[in-house]
T-cell receptor
Framework: NAGVTQTPKFQVLKTGQSMTLQCAQD?????MYWYRQDPGMGLRLIYY???????DKGEVPNGYNVSRLNKREFSLRLESAAPSQTSVYFC?????????????FGEGSWLTVV | EDKVVQSPLSLVVHEGDTVTLNCSYE??????LLWYKQEKKAPTFLFML????IEKKSGRLSSILDKKELSSILNITATQTGDSAIYLC????????????FGTGTRLTVIP
């Protein structure tokens, strides 16, 4: 019962460092997403991949890049981390794009940039 | 600008109380409204509402959509400590790149 698995769960970075958040799903879903959740802001979409081979910007893409490596995996990269990127990051997947009732979330990655 | 607003932001009740959480929205090309429960980590799906006036029910939880008032409520009766969570409302658009808009959530705390 893995569902959506994301790593690492916790990370502390120094300003300017880079890192990649990894995400994998085992539900044969077509669409995958990266969200960030900040206090008082709700979940905001960073990037999404509607299907294998495609990626598109969401609401807050600046400072991030993504790779849809294959149908299962969707990674999020911070090239030069900034304190404003301190947040909780959620990967999610769904059967089709924006099928809100079929979206499954990973357990989150807590990132602190100092 | 599309937006989803939830109220109250937080709520503390005693076990056994009934609570009503609110969600209002302004979204173009509305398709559906969804409720999620977020305990310690991942949000989990509760309800999807597409038609006005039709109540969705699951145990002690129920929800209804009012498309005229652009709002929805989530009711929880006979609350238990296990209902303590953040409840997220999201609205799905029929078109556009970013189709799922989330509200900020209501943090519910149920005390024994």
């Amino acid at each position: 019962n893995a569902g959506v698995t994301q790593t690492p769960k916790f990370q502390v970075l120094k300003t300017g460092q880079s890192m990649t958040l990894q995400c994998a799903q085992d539900m044969n879903h077509n669409s995958m997403y990266w969200y960030r959740q900040d206090p008082g802001m709700g979940l905001r979409l960073i990037y999404y991949s509607a299907s294998e081979g495609t990626t598109d910007k969401g609401e807050v893409p600046n400072g991030y890049n993504v790779s849809r490596l294959n149908k299962r995996e969707f990674s999020l990269r911070l090239e030069s981390a900034a304190p404003s990127q301190t947040s909780v990051y959620f990967c999610a997947s769904s059967v089709g794009h924006s099928s809100g009732n079929t979206i499954y979330f990973g357990e989150g990655s807590w990132l602190t940039v100092v | 600008e599309d937006k989803v607003v939830q109220s109250p932001l937080s709520l503390v009740v005693h076990e056994g109380d009934t609570v009503t959480l609110n969600c209002s929205y302004e979204v173009t090309n509305f398709r559906s409204l969804l409720w999620y429960k977020q305990e310690k980590k991942a949000p989990t799906f509760l309800f999807m509402l597409t038609s006005s006036g039709i109540e969705k029910k699951s145990g002690r939880l129920s929800s209804i959509l009012d498309k005229k008032e652009l709002s929805s409520i989530l009711n929880i009766t006979a609350t238990q400590t296990g209902d303590s969570a953040i409840y997220l409302c999201a609205v799905e658009r029929a078109t556009g790149a970013n189709n799922l808009f989330f509200g900020t959530g209501t943090r519910l705390t149920v005390i024994p």
